[in-house]
């Protein structure tokens, strides 16, 4: 029989995974927490769900940052209500997370572009296509992407980095011997966690 994973019946340490495996998602394009469905709320009230690259993390400040561009419904919606939603499920570990929090997109501000130094040439030019995101197409190639120069700016005006800080995590971990579930709420000062039914 397998053995128990160290956070099984460990609070503080059951976190501690969750923000470990996200880190590890930033890094590591194959983890199923580099690509976590991102949830917002559109103006009519509709749930909205789509996949986003998770680009960075930083737990001490328990935030997380993707990018999109910022013509999309989802910069809309987050810009409207402030608050967005992450879930990842990894199926090979058992593993799911779902992170709720205050959302901030960045346009122009050293946020926006210290991310844009960072991004590939190869990512840059989704941001210059035309017409924006969503539009309606006579057919499906009826869209142009920019050209691949270095030196242009590649849609550096449609780009949109937003920072996701957590204030709720909800931590489940399947096991034949006994599911574990934990949900985290941030107030304040620290995390309240407890064990919840699963």
Not at 101 to 120: E, K
Not at 136 to 163: I, K, Q, S
Not at 180 to 195: I, K, L, M, N, P
Request: glycine residues 10%.
């Amino acid at each position: 029989m397998d053995a128990l994973p160290s956070f099984y019946d460990d609070l503080d340490g059951f976190r501690a995974e969750g923000w470990r495996r996200l880190a590890e998602g930033v890094a590591n394009r194959h983890s199923p927490f580099h690509t976590p469905a991102l949830a917002t709320v559109d103006a009519a009230g509709r749930p909205r769900l789509r996949t986003v690259v998770l680009r960075a993390v930083e737990a001490g400040e328990r935030s997380l940052r993707f990018h999109c561009d910022r013509r999309s419904d989802k910069a809309r919606e987050i810009a409207r209500s402030g608050r967005a939603a992450l879930h990842v499920y990894d199926g090979q570990t058992k593993l799911q997370l779902r992170l709720e929090g205050r959302a901030r997109p960045h346009h122009d501000d050293a946020v926006a572009d210290a991310a844009w130094a960072g991004a590939l040439a190869m990512s840059r030019v989704c941001y210059g296509i035309e017409p924006a995101p969503g539009t309606a197409l006579a057919t499906g190639d009826a869209y142009a992407l920019p050209g691949e120069d270095p030196e242009a700016r590649l849609g550096r005006e449609n780009f949109c980095a937003v920072v996701l800080t957590a204030e709720r995590i909800d931590l489940l971990y399947l096991d034949r011997r006994g599911h574990r579930r934990a949900v985290f709420s941030w107030e304040g000062a620290g995390w309240d966690g407890t064990w919840v039914a699963p």
